[in-house]
């Protein structure tokens, strides 16, 4: 059974920085694919940022594009997100997501019920 745990949210100014960790723990395999998600309230969970490894392929939201980094730690079975230049508009809870299926090989990748594996998310807010 795969557990992931979150860390790294908090409060911070409109430009400031966060790195958010997803550390999983079981059996994560190499080849499955992995993603940021965020949730605010009154909206619907998005796709952040997606990574898979093997493939050599990454995929961000328009909205965090040139800002927000995604990269896994295959050796501590971690996944980062490096987000800079925060908005108010990314204050949302953010939750690591894996694929295990490979589902999001022929579906987007933003698809929510792609993903099996959710931990519980950690809040980031951005203040003006």
């Known amino acids: 059974q795969v557990q992931l745990m979150e860390s790294g949210g908090d409060s911070v100014k409109a430009g400031g920085s966060l790195r958010l960790s997803c550390e999983a723990s079981?059996?994560?395999?190499?080849?499955?694919?992995m993603a940021w998600f965020r949730e605010a309230p009154g909206k619907e969970r998005e796709g952040v940022a997606y990574?898979?490894?093997?493939?050599?392929?990454?995929y961000y939201h328009d909205s965090v594009k040139g800002r927000f980094t995604i990269a896994q730690d295959n050796a501590k079975n971690t996944l980062l997100l490096q987000m800079n230049s925060l908005k108010p508009e990314d204050t949302a809870r953010y939750y690591c997501?894996?694929?295990?299926?490979?589902?999001?090989?022929?579906?987007?990748?933003?698809?929510?019920?792609?993903?099996?594996?959710w931990g519980q998310g950690t809040q980031v807010t951005v203040s003006s």
């Open positions: 990574i898979y490894t093997r493939g050599g392929v990454t």
């Open positions: 079981g059996y994560v395999s190499a080849r499955w694919p």
């Open positions: 997501a894996i694929d295990s299926h490979g589902r999001t090989h022929v579906i987007d990748w933003q698809t929510v019920s792609a993903y099996g594996y």
